[in-house]
């Protein structure tokens, strides 16, 4: 996936990035003292970073800390690959909500070239949880071809891309699937999938800088283009179990419930970008990392990181969310994953 993501899309995020660089970021944040380990860390880290980094953490949907680096601050706006994800998975159940559609709901259903070509028994949480059976990314890429439409992408990838395993038996992360659920998301409400992220989601909870580019095809699983100050608005609207900042009511709490829920039991794991380290089971719902759970089957934390580095989470238990936010075009995951992932578990023992 981050190999497509990365070719079909850093040049876009590099001529965003430089406009970035003409940014100031705020020329100081004062340090919340109990924050002094996890400062530590990102000072020791800044060149994973490529210098370049900013941090927030929320609680109470309040900042409880923040720190940027190099170029990058609150307002700063580029891609951020596979945090799309969370988003996507979100504009999929205001659907829901609206009753348009079911995770239950068969391929077939609503596009029947999917029947015509024997790929019509796979489900909608199949298609957002990475189990469809389809390969992660197309060999002809038509989810990043920016020449063609979202329609006409899905039905080359209809005809043209192979089911790699039975619906429902495999965990293969990727691209094509979610690009399938993001037409189908179209031919139920009739709207653009542009037109539907801004209406349902991003509006609502406020992100007036987010959106999935200017393409005619936008890539659902990794094409959305955002600022801290906006993901942050979406963190907080899912921790605060669907309702944003402003108080308007964006998703029900059921709705973001089934985000969280596990759709990958039982499946053999084919690919995923985790390292080993990370390996886990019972971790994917719709759109996002079920990382932590407690003894008995809780969600505590879960996540949607991208492909150049940026990584959102939201911790349950305590109630707070948190952005790290970069861009390294090459690598950004791995280079950048141990540093995050120590953050957060900083963070977890200085919140309570």
Request: proline share 5%; glycine share 10%; net charge negative.
């Amino acid at each position: 996936m981050y190999i497509n993501i990365v070719k079909y899309i850093t040049v876009a995020c590099l001529v965003l990035f430089a406009a970035c660089k003409k940014q100031t970021a705020e020329p100081f944040y004062p340090t919340n003292p109990a924050f002094a380990a996890v400062e530590k860390v990102l000072n020791d880290s800044v060149a994973l970073f490529g210098g370049n980094c900013y941090v927030v953490i929320h609680k109470d949907g309040e900042v409880v800390y923040e720190k940027a680096m190099g170029n990058l601050n609150a307002d700063s706006r580029t891609f951020i690959a596979s945090c799309s994800k969370w988003l996507s998975g979100a504009v999929l159940m205001s659907l829901v909500d609206e009753g348009r559609l079911s995770l239950s709901d068969t391929l077939g259903r609503y596009m029947p070239i999917f029947t015509r070509y024997g790929k019509g028994g796979i489900t909608v949480a199949q298609l957002f949880s990475h189990t469809s059976g389809f390969v992660g990314d197309s060999e002809q890429g038509f989810e990043y071809d920016n020449t063609i439409t979202l329609q006409e992408a899905v039905d080359y990838i209809a005809q043209y891309v192979p089911l790699v395993n039975p619906p429902g038996t495999a965990f293969y992360y990727g691209s094509v699937s979610m690009h399938v659920a993001g037409r189908v998301c179209e031919v139920v409400s009739g709207k653009s999938w542009a037109t539907l992220a801004r209406e349902k989601i991003f509006d609502p909870c406020g992100m007036v800088n987010t959106d999935y580019g200017l393409t005619p095809n936008p890539i659902i699983a990794g094409g959305a283009r955002s600022t801290p100050g906006d993901y942050m608005q979406f963190l907080d609207m899912i921790v605060n179990k669907g309702v944003a900042t402003n108080g308007t009511r964006v998703l029900s709490e059921a709705a973001v419930a089934a985000m969280q829920e596990n759709y990958v039991a039982g499946t053999t794991v084919y690919y995923t970008p985790a390292p080993p380290y990370l390996h886990f089971t019972n971790f994917y719902g719709i759109g996002n990392w079920r990382d932590d759970l407690s003894a008995t089957g809780a969600l505590i934390e879960n996540s949607s990181p991208g492909a150049f580095g940026t990584h959102p989470w939201i911790n349950h238990e305590k109630g707070y969310t948190g952005i790290v936010f970069t861009f390294i075009p090459v690598d950004g995951y791995l280079t950048t994953l141990p540093t995050c992932i120590k953050i957060r578990e900083l963070t977890r023992g200085i919140i309570q």
